[in-house]
């Protein structure tokens, strides 16, 4: 599946990216999946994810800058033309439920608030909603890239988040991954980071309107962990979960317990249709 028209045009006649079935779904009643990946990351990574939700038709596609669409980034891709490719996806389905990872989440949110009949409901890990006031002025994440970057450049930038959000498990990955494709990715986190467009507000938590499970990981960061709960806490459909023993990479390191939350939604959503 390609989405190529428009919804909403992030341009003119800008190429979208291209839409993947990650998995085929075995049950064709169950509501379809479409995966939103956050920065440094790529909609591949969600393959374990996607390995627990085999009943489902489950869709993914890399945002502009990152994986396939490494090309379709630039300095004119900002917040907006993020929403505006997942509201061009959702156009093409039946109100689906949307998976959105850190940033993808704030993309997946933002999508719903602009156009909420075409979203059943959303998993949204730890999203950086950063006008909240539990967001620290400064993030420490946001800190450590900058000043790699200014040692080492847009490699040494992806070098040193991969370390913090992956621990020991980066190892293998950064052995393996090419100095050039490790530079592009920096490029694009250094991008995403400074984008001035993702401190204004996207949404209003107290009037969001669709059903949302606002979901953490209980050894991320204080600042992710309690920004989730609150925004869970505002939203008129909100629901918090927490995933024991998980960091910001839950995708990652807790898979199964991940997709156990979005067949709950699912079920949730039909008990209370």
Same mark, same amino acid.
């Not at 085929?24 to 169950?30: I, L, P, Q, W």
């Not at 490494?70 to 917040?79: C, I, N």
């Not at 920004?227 to 939203?235: G, I, K, N, S, Y």
């Given at each position: 599946?390609?989405?190529?028209?428009?919804?909403?045009?992030?341009?003119?006649? =800008?190429?979208?990216?291209?839409?993947? $079935?990650?998995?085929?779904?075995?049950?064709?009643?169950?509501?379809?999946?479409?995966?939103?990946?956050?920065?440094? *990351?790529?909609?591949?990574?969600?393959?374990?994810?996607?390995?627990?939700?085999?009943?489902? $038709?489950?869709?993914?596609? %890399?945002?502009?800058?990152?994986?396939?669409? =490494?090309?379709?980034?630039?300095?004119?891709?900002?917040? /907006?033309?993020?929403?505006? *490719?997942?509201?061009?996806?959702?156009?093409?389905?039946?109100?689906?439920?949307?998976?959105?990872?850190?940033?993808?989440?704030?993309?997946?949110?933002?999508?719903?608030?602009?156009?909420?009949?075409?979203?059943?409901?959303?998993?949204?890990?730890?999203?950086?909603?950063?006008?909240?006031?539990?967001?620290?002025?400064?993030?420490?994440?946001?800190?450590?890239?900058?000043?790699?970057?200014?040692?080492?450049?847009?490699? /040494?930038?992806?070098?040193?988040?991969?370390?913090?959000?992956?621990?020991?498990?980066?190892?293998?990955?950064?052995?393996?991954?090419?100095?050039?494709?490790?530079?592009? %990715?920096?490029?694009?986190?250094?991008?995403?980071?400074?984008?001035?467009?993702? %401190?204004?507000?996207?949404? *209003?938590?107290?009037?969001?309107?669709?059903?949302?499970?606002?979901?953490?990981?209980? =050894?991320?960061?204080?600042?992710?962990?309690?920004?989730?709960?609150?925004?869970?806490?505002?939203?008129?459909?909100?629901?918090?979960?927490?995933?024991?023993?998980?960091?910001?990479?839950?995708?990652?390191?807790?898979?199964?317990?991940?997709? /156990?939350?979005?067949?709950?939604?699912?079920? $949730?959503?039909?008990?209370? =249709?």
């Amino acid at each position: 599946m390609n989405v190529n028209d428009t919804a909403t045009p992030a341009g003119p006649e =800008r190429a979208r990216p291209a839409v993947r $079935t990650l998995a085929g779904g075995a049950d064709s009643t169950a509501r379809p999946v479409v995966i939103v990946h956050g920065s440094l *990351d790529r909609s591949a990574a969600f393959r374990r994810v996607t390995d627990h939700l085999a009943n489902r $038709t489950v869709l993914g596609y %890399d945002r502009r800058g990152w994986g396939e669409s =490494r090309s379709l980034g630039g300095s004119d891709v900002d917040h /907006q033309a993020h929403v505006d *490719d997942l509201r061009a996806v959702l156009a093409e389905l039946d109100a689906p439920i949307v998976l959105g990872h850190s940033y993808g989440a704030l993309v997946a949110m933002a999508a719903a608030a602009a156009d909420p009949s075409r979203v059943t409901a959303i998993a949204a890990v730890e999203p950086p909603v950063r006008w909240l006031p539990w967001w620290p002025a400064e993030d420490p994440w946001e800190r450590t890239v900058r000043s790699a970057a200014a040692e080492g450049g847009p490699e /040494q930038a992806t070098r040193t988040l991969l370390a913090e959000l992956l621990g020991p498990a980066s190892r293998l990955h950064l052995a393996r991954a090419q100095p050039s494709d490790l530079a592009a %990715d920096g490029a694009a986190l250094l991008s995403e980071m400074t984008d001035p467009t993702v %401190d204004l507000p996207r949404f *209003d938590p107290l009037t969001f309107p669709t059903p949302t499970l606002v979901v953490a990981g209980s =050894r991320s960061a204080t600042h992710h962990r309690d920004v989730a709960r609150r925004l869970a806490e505002l939203l008129p459909h909100g629901r918090f979960a927490e995933i024991p023993g998980a960091g910001h990479a839950s995708h990652v390191s807790h898979p199964q317990e991940l997709a /156990q939350l979005v067949q709950e939604i699912d079920v $949730t959503e039909e008990q209370t =249709r």
